[in-house]
């Protein structure tokens, strides 16, 4: 199965920038989509970003429009989140995410199923 590990969170001010990682490993062949997702203690783990890798196509979530970018590396099975202009609502633990559906909606790419593959999780945290 695959194997998704995330790097890059840290700390740092408001309005400042992280660069997140997400390696996958394993049996990648079949993954369609690869999403960064975030979870507040206590909350429901929401969507951030997601990209559709055979096609390149973008989804983002409303409140990082404009601030954040999902981008892939296949040769590397990599995806990174550049987060910048970071506010501290942004502070949350960011989780890679990976799933063999075939195609998907914009609604559907962020939300928690269908995405069988997680990693565990990297924290991010923004003070004001």
């Known amino acids: 199965q695959v194997q998704l590990v995330e790097s890059g969170g840290g700390s740092v001010q408001a309005g400042g920038s992280l660069r997140l990682s997400c390696v996958a490993s394993?049996?990648?062949?079949?993954?369609?989509?690869m999403a960064w997702f975030r979870q507040a203690p206590g909350k429901e783990r929401e969507g951030v970003a997601a990209?559709?890798?055979?096609?390149?196509?973008?989804y983002y979530a409303d409140s990082v429009k404009g601030r954040f970018t999902i981008s892939q590396d296949n040769a590397k099975n990599t995806v990174y989140l550049q987060m910048n202009s970071l506010k501290p609502e942004d502070t949350d633990m960011y989780y890679c995410?990976?799933?063999?559906?075939?195609?998907?909606?914009?609604?559907?790419?962020?939300?928690?199923?269908?995405?069988?593959?997680w990693g565990q999780g990297t924290q991010v945290t923004v003070s004001s």
């Open positions: 995410a990976a799933t063999t559906t075939p195609v998907m909606t914009a609604i559907q790419a962020l939300r928690v199923p269908p995405y069988e593959h």
């Open positions: 394993g049996g990648t062949h079949n993954t369609n989509y």
């Open positions: 990209i559709w890798s055979s096609t390149g196509r973008i």
